[in-house]
C-alpha cells in the first residue's frame, strides 16, 4: 500500500483517523500498531515476521545492554551483526555471489557460485537502521531501555515512516511515544503537508518517472542526444519530487497523530556545494550516517588524511545502503570524492565566489551523479554518457515526449525545487498573509484542495504510481 493510492486515501486513512480519535488514549498505540501491521501486510504480508524479528532483536538487546553494563559490548556487538546479517543477506546475497562469479571469470577459475531468488522485503533498510539507531543509543546511555514491546513495535513499524522514512531516531520520539497531543492547527499543518506532498508525488514525480522509464526500456543506442539530455533531467527533478513528496506525506501524517518527524529535505537543488547538499538531501539518513559511522570512525579527528579516509568510508556505505549495484557504490564515491576536494581547497574557493557560482557547480555535480545513480549497471551508466555527446542515428526522438502538459510540468518541477520557494519567502516577509483558526491561509487551504482533487483526478486516470525509494 501507498500514500498515492485510491485505496489509502479513501479507506486505510480515514479508517485509522476515525477510530485513533474514537478510541480511548491508552488504547491509541495499540490501534497505531495494528494499523500500521495491515499497512504492511498489504503489500508482502510473510515479511512481517521479518520484521518482528528484527524489532525482538533490538528490544532484547536494549533490555540486556541496560542490565548486564559489564557485558555492554558483547550485546552491542552481536546485536549489529543480527541486523547486518539480515538486511545483507535479503538486500546484498546476490550481489556478493554475483560479484564472486565475475572474479572467477576473470581468472578462468573455479565453479560458479548459485544465486537464489530473494525479493527484497520493503522498507528493510530504513527500519533496520532505525532500529539500529535506538540500541546504540540505549549503548551510549543516552536513552533508557524500553520495556514494553509493543512501544518497541510501534516506534519500529509506525506505517507513515515504516516503509521510506525519514528515519526517525528513538532519541527523538522516545517521549512521544506515550505523551504526544494533537491541536486544531498541529492537525491542519499535517493535512497540508501531506497535500503538498502528495502533488508533488502524483502530479510531478510519476509524470517524470514515465518519460525516464521508458527512454531507460529502450536500446540508448537509438535515443537521441536530444532524449537522453531531457530524461536525465527529468530524473533528477523525479528523484527529488518522489522523495521528498513522500517524505513530506510521512511528516503530515505524523503531525496528524501528534508525532514530530525530522525534516528531511531542505531544498538541495539551491546549495551551494556538495557538502551543503548533503546538509540538505536525506537529512535523516545524512545525520544518521554523521551519528553513528562518521564520528564513531574518528569524524574530522586525527588530521586530514583520516578525515578523508573516513569520508570515503561513509560515501562508499551510503551508496551501498541505497543499492546492492556497483553503480551505487560508484555513486557513493562520486560524492566522496568531491567532498574531500571542498575541503582540502575547493570549499574555499566557492566561499569567495557569489553563491549562483556554487549552486551552479552542485547542480552540475549532482547531475551527473544521478545518471550513474539511475543506470542499471557501470556499462549503461557509459553507453548513457557516451550517447550523450556523440552523434547517433536516432529512432527515439523528443516528438515522442514533448507536450504542454510535459512543458508545464517541466517548467513547475524548475520552480518548485526551491527557487519559487526563496522568491515567495520574500514576498512573505513584506505582505505577511493572514492565517485562519487553523493556522493555516485561505490561498493554503485553496490551494490544497486544488492539489489533492488534481491528484486524485490523475491517480483516477493513471495507474503509474511507482515510488523510488522502495526499492531501497
Same mark, same amino acid.
Given at each position: 500500500?501507498?500514500?498515492?493510492?485510491?485505496?489509502?486515501?479513501?479507506?486505510?486513512?480515514?479508517?485509522?483517523?476515525?477510530?485513533?480519535?474514537?478510541?480511548?488514549?491508552?488504547?491509541?498505540?495499540?490501534?497505531?500498531?495494528?494499523?500500521?501491521?495491515?499497512?504492511?501486510?498489504?503489500?508482502?504480508?510473510?515479511?512481517?515476521?521479518?520484521?518482528?524479528?528484527?524489532?525482538?532483536?533490538?528490544?532484547?538487546?536494549?533490555?540486556?545492554?541496560?542490565?548486564?553494563?559489564?557485558?555492554?559490548?558483547?550485546?552491542?556487538?552481536?546485536?549489529?551483526?543480527?541486523?547486518?546479517?539480515?538486511? %545483507?543477506?535479503?538486500?546484498?546475497?546476490?550481489?556478493?555471489?554475483?560479484?564472486?562469479?565475475?572474479?572467477?571469470?576473470?581468472?578462468?577459475?573455479?565453479?560458479?557460485?548459485?544465486?537464489?531468488?530473494?525479493?527484497?522485503?520493503?522498507?528493510?533498510?530504513?527500519?533496520?537502521?532505525?532500529?539500529?539507531?535506538?540500541?546504540?543509543?540505549?549503548?551510549?546511555?543516552?536513552?533508557?531501555?524500553?520495556?514494553?514491546?509493543?512501544?518497541?513495535?510501534?516506534?519500529?513499524?509506525?506505517?507513515?515512516?515504516?516503509?521510506?522514512?525519514?528515519?526517525?531516531?528513538?532519541?527523538?520520539?522516545?517521549?512521544?511515544?506515550?505523551?504526544?497531543?494533537?491541536?486544531?492547527?498541529?492537525?491542519?499543518?499535517?493535512?497540508?503537508?501531506?497535500?503538498?506532498?502528495?502533488?508533488?508525488?502524483?502530479?510531478?514525480?510519476?509524470?517524470?518517472?514515465?518519460?525516464?522509464?521508458?527512454?531507460?526500456?529502450?536500446?540508448?543506442?537509438?535515443?537521441?542526444?536530444?532524449?537522453?539530455?531531457?530524461?536525465?533531467?527529468?530524473?533528477?527533478?523525479?528523484?527529488?519530487?518522489?522523495?521528498?513528496?513522500?517524505?513530506?506525506?510521512?511528516?503530515?501524517?505524523?503531525?496528524?497523530?501528534?508525532?514530530?518527524?525530522?525534516?528531511?529535505?531542505?531544498?538541495?537543488?539551491?546549495?551551494?556545494?556538495?557538502?551543503?547538499?548533503?546538509?540538505?538531501?536525506?537529512?535523516?539518513?545524512?545525520?544518521?550516517?554523521?551519528?553513528?559511522?562518521?564520528?564513531?570512525? %574518528?569524524?574530522?579527528?586525527?588530521?586530514?588524511?583520516?578525515?578523508?579516509?573516513?569520508?570515503?568510508?561513509?560515501?562508499?556505505?551510503?551508496?551501498?545502503?541505497?543499492?546492492?549495484?556497483?553503480?551505487?557504490?560508484?555513486?557513493?564515491?562520486?560524492?566522496?570524492?568531491?567532498?574531500?576536494?571542498?575541503?582540502?581547497?575547493? %570549499?574555499?574557493?566557492?566561499?569567495?565566489?557569489?553563491?549562483?557560482?556554487?549552486?551552479?557547480?552542485?547542480?552540475?555535480?549532482?547531475?551527473?551523479?544521478?545518471?550513474?545513480?539511475?543506470?542499471?549497471?557501470?556499462?549503461?551508466?557509459?553507453?548513457?554518457?557516451?550517447?550523450?555527446?556523440?552523434?547517433?542515428?536516432?529512432?527515439?526522438?523528443?516528438?515522442?515526449?514533448?507536450?504542454?502538459?510535459?512543458?508545464?510540468?517541466?517548467?513547475?518541477?524548475?520552480?518548485?525545487?526551491?527557487?519559487?520557494?526563496?522568491?515567495?519567502?520574500?514576498?512573505?516577509?513584506?505582505?505577511?498573509?493572514?492565517?485562519?483558526?487553523?493556522?493555516?491561509?485561505?490561498?493554503?487551504?485553496?490551494?490544497?484542495?486544488?492539489?489533492?482533487?488534481?491528484?486524485?483526478?490523475?491517480?483516477?486516470?493513471?495507474?503509474?504510481?511507482?515510488?523510488?525509494?522502495?526499492?531501497?
Amino acid at each position: 500500500m501507498v500514500f498515492s493510492s485510491m485505496i489509502f486515501l479513501w479507506i486505510f486513512l480515514p479508517a485509522v483517523l476515525i477510530t485513533y480519535y474514537l478510541c480511548p488514549q491508552k488504547f491509541r498505540n495499540i490501534l497505531l500498531v495494528l494499523f500500521s501491521l495491515l499497512f504492511y501486510a498489504w503489500g508482502e504480508p510473510k515479511y512481517i515476521v521479518l520484521m518482528l524479528v528484527s524489532v525482538t532483536i533490538n528490544y532484547v538487546s536494549g533490555i540486556l545492554l541496560e542490565d548486564h553494563p559489564a557485558r555492554k559490548k558483547q550485546v552491542l556487538t552481536a546485536c549489529i551483526t543480527a541486523n547486518l546479517l539480515l538486511l %545483507g543477506y535479503f538486500k546484498y546475497f546476490n550481489f556478493a555471489v554475483d560479484t564472486a562469479n565475475k572474479i572467477l571469470d576473470i581468472f578462468h577459475s573455479g565453479e560458479a557460485f548459485p544465486a537464489r531468488e530473494i525479493a527484497l522485503p520493503i522498507g528493510i533498510s530504513f527500519y533496520t537502521f532505525q532500529a539500529l539507531s535506538y540500541v546504540v543509543d540505549a549503548y551510549r546511555g543516552e536513552v533508557k531501555a524500553q520495556r514494553n514491546y509493543l512501544d518497541m513495535l510501534l516506534y519500529v513499524s509506525f506505517f507513515p515512516q515504516l516503509i521510506a522514512g525519514p528515519i526517525v531516531k528513538y532519541h527523538d520520539v522516545e517521549k512521544q511515544i506515550h505523551c504526544r497531543t494533537v491541536t486544531v492547527e498541529k492537525f491542519a499543518y499535517g493535512i497540508r503537508r501531506f497535500c503538498f506532498g502528495l502533488g508533488k508525488k502524483v502530479l510531478l514525480a510519476n509524470a517524470f518517472a514515465q518519460v525516464v522509464d521508458d527512454v531507460y526500456s529502450k536500446n540508448l543506442d537509438e535515443v537521441s542526444r536530444k532524449v537522453l539530455w531531457f530524461a536525465a533531467l527529468l530524473y533528477m527533478l523525479q528523484i527529488y519530487f518522489d522523495f521528498s513528496g513522500y517524505s513530506d506525506m510521512a511528516i503530515g501524517l505524523g503531525k496528524m497523530f501528534g508525532f514530530d518527524f525530522q525534516e528531511n529535505f531542505d531544498y538541495p537543488y539551491i546549495s551551494t556545494s556538495i557538502r551543503d547538499f548533503w546538509r540538505r538531501w536525506h537529512i535523516s539518513l545524512s545525520s544518521w550516517f554523521r551519528d553513528y559511522l562518521y564520528i564513531p570512525l %574518528g569524524g574530522n579527528r586525527g588530521g586530514r588524511g583520516k578525515t578523508y579516509r573516513n569520508l570515503l568510508i561513509v560515501f562508499l556505505v551510503t551508496g551501498l545502503w541505497h543499492g546492492a549495484g556497483w553503480n551505487f557504490v560508484l555513486w557513493g564515491l562520486y560524492h566522496g570524492i568531491f567532498l574531500i576536494l571542498e575541503r582540502s581547497f575547493l %570549499g574555499k574557493i566557492l566561499e569567495r565566489l557569489p553563491d549562483f557560482v556554487g549552486r551552479f557547480y552542485s547542480l552540475i555535480v549532482v547531475f551527473w551523479g544521478w545518471i550513474l545513480f539511475r543506470a542499471e549497471d557501470f556499462g549503461t551508466f557509459c553507453t548513457y554518457l557516451k550517447n550523450m555527446f556523440v552523434p547517433h542515428t536516432s529512432a527515439v526522438v523528443m516528438a515522442g515526449y514533448w507536450d504542454k502538459k510535459m512543458a508545464v510540468c517541466v517548467l513547475a518541477g524548475l520552480l518548485l525545487c526551491g527557487f519559487a520557494q526563496l522568491v515567495i519567502k520574500k514576498i512573505r516577509e513584506h505582505f505577511p498573509v493572514k492565517k485562519s483558526v487553523t493556522g493555516v491561509s485561505v490561498p493554503e487551504i485553496v490551494c490544497c484542495l486544488a492539489l489533492f482533487w488534481l491528484s486524485v483526478m490523475a491517480l483516477a486516470n493513471d495507474s503509474y504510481n511507482p515510488f523510488i525509494y522502495f526499492r531501497f
